[in-house]
């Protein structure tokens, strides 16, 4: 079965400090696909990456990265030199590719304080 | 550049009265999809759809009712709604299945409250 786990519930930083949200998964397929949303205070969501299960290289946006390790099953995301618009809700998701359903997360509440 | 559109955004219920929520999308995607988010369960799949006149329960669909008349259109149902059901509803549509390298655009919520 699909499950994707986001332990951390809710993170709380300095503005300038680097923070890493954690995402552990579980799949029995061999593809699939992962990926990062954000949830702003406004309330949308707001795709933020997709990786899929064959391609473990990191990828870098800016002052955001992401770690993909199938050894540990992680996607990790990194976000280097945090602002206050980074406070959000973030979700990671999961999706097998003969299914038709995105498995989230619970969800990692950021908050970046000034 | 609309996307991804729910109506209404706000809406407040007495137990027992039905409703309808209505998602349009303008991108001419074939999969669409209902959730409902609550406080510390993240998102969850209420019913979705992978073309027009087909509908698929997703893992909390009791209560609602869905149908997709128009490719276009995706509309959530109430028939009887209960204060369980008082959560934010999001709408999403995917050109193809998740699995099939698409991400999933969103629209931008309904708050439901059931009284």
């Known amino acids: 079965a699909q499950k994707v786990t986001q332990a951390q519930t809710e993170i709380s930083v300095v503005e300038k400090e680097d923070v890493t949200l954690d995402c552990v998964y579980e799949?029995?397929?061999?593809?699939?696909?992962l990926f990062w949303y954000k949830q702003p205070p406004s309330g949308e969501l707001v795709f933020l990456i997709r990786r899929n299960s064959f391609d473990e290289q990191n990828e870098i946006s800016g002052r955001y990265s992401w770690n993909f390790q199938k050894s540990t099953s992680s996607f990790n995301f990194t976000i280097t030199a945090s602002q206050v618009v980074d406070s959000a809700v973030y979700f990671c998701a999961l999706s097998e590719l003969a299914t038709d359903k995105l498995i989230f997360g619970t969800g990692t509440r950021l908050q970046v304080f000034p | 550049n609309a996307g991804v559109t729910q109506t209404p955004k706000f809406r407040v219920l007495k137990t027992g009265q039905s409703m309808t929520l209505l998602c349009a999308q303008d991108m001419n995607h074939e999969y669409m999809y209902w959730y409902r988010q609550d406080p510390g369960m993240g998102l969850r799949l209420i019913h979705y759809s992978v073309g027009e006149g087909t509908t698929a329960k997703g893992e909390v669909p009791d209560g609602y009712n869905v149908s997709r008349l128009k490719k276009q259109n995706f509309l959530l149902g109430l028939e009887s709604a209960a204060p369980s059901q008082t959560s934010v509803y999001f709408c999403a549509s995917s050109y193809s299945n998740p699995g099939g390298n698409q991400p999933q655009h969103f629209g931008d919520g309904t708050r439901l409250s059931i009284l």
């Open positions: 799949t029995r397929d061999t593809t699939y696909y």
